[in-house]
């Protein structure tokens, strides 16, 4: 168990002389407080996995540290660190059994008999999986052998983190939710630090209570899944939390208002000091825009199309070139081409060249 | 529907049929004809229905004696090269580079013996064994030790077994490595994470995971050794006495040296069957190791 930190840390591929915009992940300097549930959220490509294989070791930074509270284990290898880590696709070790395969990284590490007894016990228990403990562990289904794989990353009670890389993959839909609880219950009865790893924002959301969200290399957000709806700090967390994402269009903004082709748009704060030259946006939740019939003093903009998503329905709106998505209020009868927007100037944020701006109140 | 009459299509299939009649069942035939008949010359031929068979298959006789004799030679030959071949293709494997030009050129080098004819691999050693002329043999003479293919049997089966171990370990080096290529490199991520020693990784990912592949090696390199002929022919001509006549040596030397065509037939035959059902055995263990079995009913 242990804090860890990174600092400065960067990898590339290519070397450390690459080109800088070319490194699959970009520095970063942050701190994974002991005991957190984290998820590592972003697209494909965007350096997660870089990022995770850099704490388990399997890859070594081209520059930058990973302390281990506050010892620097960078040049250790991954068997030395004191990591667990979960793959992708199952590993299990074909001639053992499903509780060999459970003691494995006990036993290579010479923990006494009795105490791995009890641990696989455990573990098994809390992923059901002690009817199978006597079977081979290849003869199981795939939801099986990567339950084996958890437990195996999470026998061990001494480790700094036990890393995540989309576990859950090759589960089924209906498993991936039980498991996933399984994993939030385990996180509080085991008390590890866990980070995990995916590409899909519902399974980090209810994951973790820090999101971390990556994007090109680059951690661009990390906060309460709260902090990321209501605040993203980059145009990409707005757009890629959220379903559908936030609306961001480029505008024109002085003062407390904001102009889009020509309409103006409220809002809560003040921006005077707005870099020049720099690409100004602002960004809204479709949640917090929501459609009215045509009325004076409300923005009017054309229907393209309803999203019904039974719980909630959203409108595919134009206001000149700019998209938006809109809320549709329960009960209200959709006009037929243009209707009226309403916005919820607190709810309204502005991004230069895709990081918010704070405005003064 | 109708089914479409169309007897041309045998026209198609004929070929094969000729091909394969001509090839494998006419010989066959002809072979299981002569294992029941007696021939003085002269293509006269003489009915002896299973007599060559029961011949064959008592020891007491002199037919059965040498097909007892070199059927155990064989198999203790087989066994030796398969507990050093198959070892050290595995060792081979395990210490190759995994990636870069080097692999190109192990390869390389690895696949040179393979390419080599029978009968020069027989031949260079003959000559390289050869304590006159031979480098092997000139060298072992000279530093003391008394090395003579030739004239000492001990030295004549190290000779045809380090032959072959030369010859056919990299077959089995070069079917590991596809098998250990084949293995994700998720596997040893995680071993390293689970703090897996070495010996523990080959145990536990590197000989489970090559075990098909190293059926195939142990099949092929079994039926090869079986029925080895020119190589041991070249270099000892299954001498000094008999102590290196493998089967197919003592079955060459009935048919063509004694012209026993009905002996040779009758013993051909039974080596044929001899390798099928070893073919088979291997063939279910192969289709059933990776086959479901019945779990077991164990319940922690």
């Known amino acids: 168990m242990a804090r860890i930190d990174l600092v400065d840390l960067a990898h590339s591929y290519g070397g450390n002389d690459a080109d800088p915009t070319s490194f699959a992940l970009k520095p970063v300097t942050m701190t994974w407080r002991q005991g957190g549930a ?45 990591i667990a880590q979960v793959f992708q696709f199952p590993v299990i070790y074909d001639t053992m059994t499903v509780g060999q395969n459970l003691a494995f990284p006990l036993r290579n590490r010479g923990v006494p008999k009795a105490e791995i007894d009890a641990r696989v016990a455990q573990i098994a228990n809390l992923l059901d999986l002690t009817p199978d403990l006597n079977r081979k562990a290849t003869r199981l289904t795939a939801d099986a052998k990567q339950k084996i794989s958890l437990g195996r990353g999470l026998v061990r009670s001494d480790v700094a983190a036990v890393l995540f890389d989309e576990p859950l993959t090759v589960i089924d839909p209906e498993l991936k939710w039980q498991l996933r609880s399984k994993l939030k219950a385990l996180h509080r009865d085991l008390d590890l630090t866990m980070i995990y790893v995916t590409h899909d924002q519902t399974e980090a959301l209810t994951f973790a209570d820090t999101v971390v969200v990556m994007h090109d290399g680059r951690v661009v957000q990390s906060g309460t899944p709260a902090e990321l709806f209501d605040k993203p700090a980059h145009t990409f ?13 480029p505008a024109e903004v002085r003062g407390r208002e904001a102009r889009i082709d020509g309409h103006v748009i409220g809002l809560n704060r003040s921006y005077d000091s707005l870099p020049s030259g720099a690409k100004i946006e602002i960004g809204v939740r479709p949640e917090f825009v929501d459609i009215a019939p045509p009325a004076p003093g409300l923005l009017s903009a054309n229907i393209d199309r309803i999203d019904d998503l039974g719980r909630v329905r959203f409108a595919r709106v134009r206001i000149g070139d700019a998209k938006f998505a809109a809320r549709v209020p329960p009960g209200l009868s959709i006009p037929e081409k243009s209707a009226g927007l309403k916005f919820d100037p607190s709810r309204v944020h502005v991004y230069a060249d895709s990081l918010l701006v704070e405005g003064t109140a | 529907m109708d089914k479409t009459i169309n007897q041309k299509a045998w026209f198609l299939v004929l070929p094969v049929f000729l091909v394969v009649a001509f090839s494998a069942i006419l010989p066959l035939m002809t072979v299981v004809n002569y294992s029941m008949q007696d021939t003085f010359g002269n293509n006269q031929f003489f009915w002896n229905g299973v007599g060559w068979f029961k011949e064959l298959l008592d020891p007491t006789t002199d037919l059965g004696e040498r097909f007892f004799a070199s059927l155990w030679r064989n198999l203790f030959f087989s066994a030796v090269i398969l507990a050093i071949e198959v070892p050290l293709g595995i060792v081979v494997a395990l210490s190759m580079p995994r990636d870069g030009w080097r692999v190109a050129a192990c390869l390389v080098i690895l696949a040179l013996p393979l390419l080599i004819p029978w009968n020069v691999v027989g031949t260079i050693w003959q000559i390289f064994g050869r304590p006159d002329i031979g480098l092997l043999g000139y060298v072992l003479n000279n530093i003391g030790i008394n090395y003579n293919y030739v004239s000492n049997e001990f030295d004549a089966w190290v000779t045809v077994i380090v032959m072959d171990v030369w010859h056919w370990t990299s077959l089995v080096a070069l079917l590991c490595y596809a098998g ?6 998720a596997y040893y991520q995680a071993a390293q994470i689970d703090g897996a020693s070495r010996w523990a990784v080959f145990t536990a990912i590197q000989l489970p995971k090559m075990n098909r592949v190293l059926l195939i090696a142990v099949l092929l390199r079994f039926m090869d050794s079986f029925m080895i002929y020119t190589e041991p022919f070249v270099v000892t001509g299954g001498g000094p006495g008999n102590s290196t006549t493998f089967v197919s040596i003592e079955l060459v030397k009935i048919a063509l040296g004694q012209f026993d065509l009905g002996k040779a037939a009758a013993l051909s035959l039974v080596y044929n069957l001899i390798i099928i059902i070893v073919c088979w055995i291997f063939y279910t263990v192969m289709t059933n190791a990776g086959s479901e079995r019945p779990a077991s009913k164990g319940v922690a």
């Open chain 1, 38 to 82: 984290y998820a590592l959220l972003g697209p494909s490509g965007c350096g997660k996995t870089t990022l995770l294989n850099l704490i388990s070791g399997i890859v070594t930074p081209s520059r930058g540290q990973i302390l281990f509270d506050g010892v620097d284990i960078t040049p250790l290898s991954t068997r030395k660190r004191n």
């Open chain 2, 180 to 185: 250990l290529k084949s293995i994700p490199d």
């Open chain 1, 237 to 249: 967390v707005g757009y890629f939390i959220g379903s559908p994402g936030m609306n961001i269009v």
